[in-house]
């Protein structure tokens, strides 16, 4: 075996985590190689550096949902006295999606110049571990190479999983590896899941057009403020959109003129209709099966995903782990790229500061959108006590909404959640426009550990959705606020 080349730091997979870790790495003055490869998905699609946020997650999926918003403006504008606004207009998908491709191509390419800046050696090749320090490198056309690394980084990601037993259900249905790519409208979409990608993908087709059902096994966001949830799913009902609840699907057909005839189970009633497009979204499995992780004694759990310690190392010394592919982790970009800083701060920068998990903020981007930090009412009293913990809400209607018809008043809402014995702060819900914005400024509070004296004794910005935080009514458990101080 010819070594081609050495490296201090060699990262396997180019998305959001292993990036992060490879240009940080590089700053410190390491030598640093990267390989990414993307296999292309049933359907064939295939994309760039950047990983799956760049190509086929928050990026697209945030921007298809503010082509989905837009729509809804084009009615409110007649509401707001704009004249002409109301010309029926039809989307047109191409335009859209070539708009967002093209910016998605640009990111791939400042990604590849980033790379070369840091003088980060690019591969756009298949990688697997040879041994713990050797990795393998295969082309495109099978070519192979090996380089040798005193640290290897697995920043692997993962790809869409399929719920099993519909014979080739890949063939048959689409994920979200596809939805973004797809050249066609997808028409008449029947989405199964209910968490993240279920409802922002559900939520933006049915705003650009598309008559979009959802299919949920159970409950809509499991883990999240089963309140909001509710009302989400109030909000996008009143949208247009279908939820089939209880139900799941067993047996999807393609019948003619390409369509297909879907059959599922609701509460053991068999029931079957047509559908243009079947989107599967009931969750993501780690992209560690081609690896050789075994062969080298990289521990995985039952479904491939990397265990790791809380620094990140893996059951082999010199070899770590970041992002999605790691057991127990957040699965978002930004905490995939946190991780990959601070490893490679402690590996080369003699830095030991570790990831904290604690109050991760997160949105979710269903049509009225949902942003969260700390615990959910449920995992509050779960952890504590009833007594333990004070809910506080307000459910309120937008100032701008006044001016419309079409929202409806009780949609929206704030909840805070505050420990009794220390005023602390432990979660903070909101439901209603631009909820990661306004989410993200009250994460910094949350993190620091205010109290809700100190939230109380903070001035609100006048009209704002953001200043409801501060007319919050007290709903559970006794009220018994400190005195206010600046
Ligand atoms: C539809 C959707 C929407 C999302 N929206 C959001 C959002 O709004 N906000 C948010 O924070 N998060 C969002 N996420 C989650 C976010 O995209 C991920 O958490 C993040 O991309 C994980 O980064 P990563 O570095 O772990 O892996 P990835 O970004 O998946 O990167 C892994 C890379 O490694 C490559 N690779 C795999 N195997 C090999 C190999 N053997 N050799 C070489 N290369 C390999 C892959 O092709 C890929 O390019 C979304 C996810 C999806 C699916
Ligand atoms: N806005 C964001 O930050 C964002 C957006 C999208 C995705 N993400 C990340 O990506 C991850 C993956 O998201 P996701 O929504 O694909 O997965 P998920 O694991 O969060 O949810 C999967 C959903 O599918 C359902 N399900 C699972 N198996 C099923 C089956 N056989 N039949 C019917 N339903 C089934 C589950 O009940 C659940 O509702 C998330 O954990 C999240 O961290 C983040």
């Known amino acids: 075996m010819q070594i081609t080349q050495e490296f201090d730091f060699f990262v396997i997979g180019g998305g959001s985590g292993g990036l992060a870790a490879a240009k940080q790495a590089a700053s410190q003055g390491a030598k640093v190689g990267l390989a990414d490869f993307v296999k292309p998905s049933p359907l064939g699609t295939k994309w760039g550096l950047g990983g799956t946020c760049v190509n086929v997650g928050c990026i697209p999926k945030k921007l298809m949902h503010f082509a989905a918003l837009a729509g809804e403006l084009r009615k409110d504008q007649v509401e707001a006295g704009w004249i002409n606004a109301d010309i029926k207009g039809k989307h047109d998908w191409n335009r859209m999606t070539e708009n967002v491709r093209s910016h998605i191509k640009k990111l791939n390419f400042q990604y590849k110049n980033q790379l070369n800046n840091k003088e980060v050696k690019y591969y756009n090749k298949l990688a697997e571990l040879e041994k713990s320090n050797i990795v393998k490198l295969i082309d495109k056309d099978g070519g192979v190479e090996f380089v040798k690394s005193k640290f290897i980084l697995i920043a692997v990601g993962g790809r869409p999983?399929?719920?099993?037993?519909?014979?080739?259900?890949?063939?048959?249905?689409?994920?979200?590896?596809?939805?973004f790519w797809l050249p066609n409208n997808p028409g008449k979409t029947l989405v199964v899941g209910a968490s993240y990608v279920a409802l922002e993908c559900g939520g933006f087709l049915n705003g650009l057009g598309c008559d979009s059902s959802i299919m949920v096994r159970s409950i809509l966001l499991r883990g999240f403020d089963q309140e909001i949830a509710g009302k989400i799913e109030d909000y996008m009902v009143e949208s247009g959109i279908k939820f089939i609840k209880e139900a799941i699907p067993i047996n999807i057909e393609v019948i003619e003129h390409n369509r297909r005839l879907v059959t599922w189970k609701q509460k053991g009633v068999q029931h079957s209709d047509t559908f243009d497009t079947v989107l599967?979204?009931?969750?993501?499995?780690?992209d560690t099966?081609?690896?050789?992780?075994e062969r080298v004694g990289?521990?995985?759990n039952k479904n491939g995903k990397i265990i790791c310690t809380i620094d990140d190392r893996t059951s082999v010394a010199n070899i770590y782990a970041i992002g999605d592919c790691v057991e127990g982790r957040p699965e978002l970009t930004p905490t995939a790229i946190k991780c990959g800083q601070l490893l490679a701060n402690r590996l080369f920068g003699g830095q030991k500061k570790m990831m904290c998990y604690q109050f991760i903020p997160t949105t979710v981007f269903t049509p009225l959108e949902y942003g969260c930090i700390g615990y959910s009412e449920e995992e509050a009293i779960n952890k504590f006590t009833q007594n333990e913990i004070i809910i506080y809400h307000s459910i309120f209607k937008p100032l701008e909404w006044n001016l419309l018809e079409s929202h409806y008043a009780q949609a929206c809402m704030i909840k805070l959640i505050v420990m009794v014995s220390?005023?602390?702060?432990?979660?903070?819900?909101y439901l209603g426009p631009n909820a990661g914005e306004v989410v993200q400024g009250y994460a910094v509070a949350i993190k620091l550990g205010a109290t809700k004296e100190q939230f109380d004794a903070t001035i609100g910005i006048h009209p704002t959705c953001s200043e409801e935080i501060l007319t919050l009514t007290a709903v559970k458990g006794i009220d018994n606020p400190q005195k206010e101080g600046c």
């Open 161 to 179: 999983s399929y719920p099993e037993d519909i014979p080739e259900i890949e063939k048959k249905v689409i994920t979200s590896d596809d939805l």
């Open 298 to 300: 990289v521990k995985t």
């Open 289 to 293: 099966s081609k690896l050789n992780l």
């Open 280 to 286: 599967i979204a009931t969750g993501r499995k780690s």
């Open 422 to 429: 220390t005023r602390r702060v432990i979660g903070l819900h």
